[in-house]
């Protein structure tokens, strides 16, 4: 991994919104998040692990720098740096970063899916798949290189096809989903998938997704986790964000830390 990147001296100024420290050990998460917050104008730096934070944010210019810190709280040495920071730099606003819930193992055979199609259709069954732990998704495809489904597949590790046919034809592959809007797509699909493969598409695609998507807001409603809820009730962070982070609540969250660590100063 590469070293922490130098932050604006003194904090945030006229080029930028601030500072904020990505702490957390998944390479695609993390990449997801610094992006955002590039995206958004603030500085970053990105460690791997609340051992290395500890000694990231004591380092050089960084104790003046950091306005925000974003911390994994799923692995012991996330608890270890809100602790310390809390301590050492109480005017550092901490946002807790989470996972649903723990990955729980298969419970049965997995089911091996196969994306056609890296629009905005493609991209949502991909990050709605890629959490489910009886779900493996064999590979996506698309004809154009830079659909937003292919950039997010390499951050999730998922395999990235260029040849459409040559996918569907991998053997063992229990579902296909056809999110490409061509209306020759299910023709070629049925002419080089197994016998065995299913076929996942049009009306049937759309209304699985609507489903998802309603069960998706639902759990992020009830999903008050006692882990989180007692570091907000002990003051020991700010608030918190559940993987993977949108693009929207991350900012919003940003900008309210970076209010409240300007109320701490007075």
Known sequence: MAGPKSASFFGS?????????????????????????QKAGYDVLE??????????????????VVDVVITDIDKPTGMEAINFLKKQ???????????????????????????????????AFLDLLSHLPDVKIVGIADKVSSSPGLIRARQLGVPV?????????????????DVTGNSDMPQVIEKHKSDKAEILGGAASKLLWNVAQ??????????????????????????????????????TMIIQ?????????L
Not at 15 to 37: H, I, K
Not at 47 to 64: F, H, M, Q, Y
Request: aromatic share 4%; hydrophobic share 35%.
């Open 89 to 123: 730099y109480p005017r550092v606003s901490v946002i807790a970063l989470t996972g649903l819930e723990e990955n729980k193992p298969p419970t049965q055979e997995q089911t091996k899916v196969v994306i056609l199609g890296a629009g905005k259709g493609g991209t």
């Open 161 to 177: 096809w260029d040849n459409i046919t040559d996918l569907i034809a991998q053997d063992g592959v229990n579902l296909i989903v």
């Open 257 to 265: 830390a970076m209010d409240h660590r300007e109320i701490a100063k």
């Open 214 to 251: 309603y069960e998706s807001q639902m759990q992020n409603h009830v999903l008050q986790t006692e882990k989180v809820s007692n570091l907000m009730k002990a003051g020991l962070i700010f608030d918190y964000l559940v993987k993977p982070v949108q693009e929207d609540k991350i900012n």
């Open 13 to 37: 100024n006229e080029s930028t919104n601030g500072c904020v420290m990505v702490v957390e050990d998944d390479p695609a998460v993390r990449s997801g998040v610094c992006q955002l917050l």
């Open 47 to 64: 460690v791997d692990d609340g051992a290395k934070a500890i000694e990231t944010i004591g380092s050089g210019e960084n104790p003046l």
